[in-house]
C-alpha cells in the first residue's frame, strides 16, 4: 500500500511539471531499500501491475493479456493474491534485469542494513553504471535506443520505512568535475576489491571476539553480549590515524564535544539524531549563542535611565540630520559614546536596521567610527543638494529654538559648499550648535 501510493504521487507531480504522463520508460533505474532481494522484485512488479492499471505506454499488448485478468480485484484483494503476484514478476522480468538489477550488487551480498541499504544500492548502481548515468537516453528511429551527453538519466529511489513514513524520490546523475565525478566517486568506493577483502568464517565458530586483527580501521565490532542480552561495541582504532586525532582533539573538545550530550546518554535516535545533537548545544551553549547575536552586551545602561523613543531611519532622509536628532534625544548621558554606539540601531529601521546587523561591530570603537560608517553607506542620499524652493519652505517648528532652526537653515543655504565638507566636520558643526559634544 505504502509503495501504491508513493508511486501515484510520484506520476501526478510528474504529469503537472512535464505536461505527460510518467510511466517506468521513463526513468533508466529504480534503487529499493531491500531487506532481502525477493522482497525488491515484487515490488518492482507491482510497479509494473500500478503503471497497467494507469494504462501507461510502458505495458505492451503480451504484458497486458497477462495482467487482464486481475484488473477488477480491489486494492486489498491484489495485496492478497499469488497468482498476480507471480504474473506481475513474469511481466516485470526483462524490465527488472535492465532497470534493478545493477543496483542489487552490495545488498545481495552483505544482507540487510536497515537504513543504510537504500544506499547501499544507490552505490551498487554508481559502482555498476557510473560510465553512463550521466547520459540522457534518445529513442532514435534510425538507430534505436541511443546515449546522448546531455542531463542524466533519471533514477527512482524508494524507501519503505515500515510503512509509516515511506519515501520515494527521483534523482538526475550528472557528471560533474573531479573528484566529484561519477567515475572518481567509483573509483574511491572501490566496491569489488572492498567485498574480495571479507573473511568467510562458518557460523558456528562465529562469536564475541577481541581479535580484530582481521578488521579495517574504523571498524565496529562486538565485544560483549551480557546477561539481559544487551550488546557492547568498540572501534578499532586507525593505524594511521591517532596523530591526526591528537592534533584534533583540542578542536573537538571545543566545537563538538557540546553536541554530544544528549546522544551519549540516549543512544541511537535514527532519524531525530541529528536534532538530538542540535539540542545538546542550545542545552550547553544558550548563553554564548545569545551573547554572539547580541551587539556590545557589555556595556550597561546607568541604573534608571529610560530608553528614550528615537526616530527612525529607513534610507529615507538626510543621514547628517538624523545624527543630530538621535544626539539630542541621547542628553541624558552626555558624552558616553559607548551608549551612543550601543542604542544606536533602535533609531533604525528596515533595510537600514539590517544592515546595520551585518556590521563587524568590533570595528567601532568610538562614535566617530559608527557615524562615519553610517554616513559612508547612505552618503547618496546626503548628495541632493536642496534648491530654492525648498529652503524657501523651511519653518521654525514650535519645539524648535532659535539656535537649532538657525543650524538646520545654514546647512541647507549653504548647498555645495557645505557638503563639500569632511562628513566628521559636519557632524561636529551640527551637533555642536545642539551641545551634545
Known sequence: MALDTCYKSLCNKYEKLEGKQFSM?????FV????????VQRSFGRLV?????????????????????????TGDESYQSRDLEKASQQVAKPLYDEKVQPTTSIPTQVGNMYTASLYAALASLIHNKHNTLHHCLHDSPVFGIILLPQAGQRVIMFSYSSGLTATIFSLKFNEGRHPFSLSNIASVMNVAEKLKLRHEICAKDFGTSKDCSLLAPGTYYLTEVDSKYRRSYAKKTPEHGQVSQQVAKPFYDEKVEPTTL???????????????????LLHNKHDTLYEELCAFLEIKLPLGYKIPKFEKFDRLGNTFFHLK?????????????RIQVKLFSQSLSGKVLEWNAKQDVTKWCTWDDLANAFVDHYKFYVNII????SIAKLRQKPNENFREYHTLEIISDQGTSSYGRSRNDQLRHSCTKSKIF
Open 25 to 29: 520508460a521513463d526513468a533508466a533505474y
Open 32 to 39: 529499493f531499500h531491500s531487506p532481502y532481494n525477493k522482497l
Open 49 to 73: 501491475f500500478n503503471d497497467f492499471l494507469r494504462n501507461a505506454s510502458s505495458i505492451d499488448e503480451s504484458a497486458k493479456k497477462i495482467l487482464a485478468p486481475f484488473e477488477s480485484l
Open 262 to 280: 544528549i546522544p551519549k546518554q540516549v543512544g541511537n535516535v535514527y532519524t531525530a539524531s541529528l536534532y538530538a545533537v542540535f539540542a545538546s
Open 325 to 337: 536628532t538621535y544626539c539630542e534625544k541621547l542628553a541624558g548621558v552626555g558624552k558616553n559614546e
Open 386 to 389: 536642496p534648491d530654492k524652493i
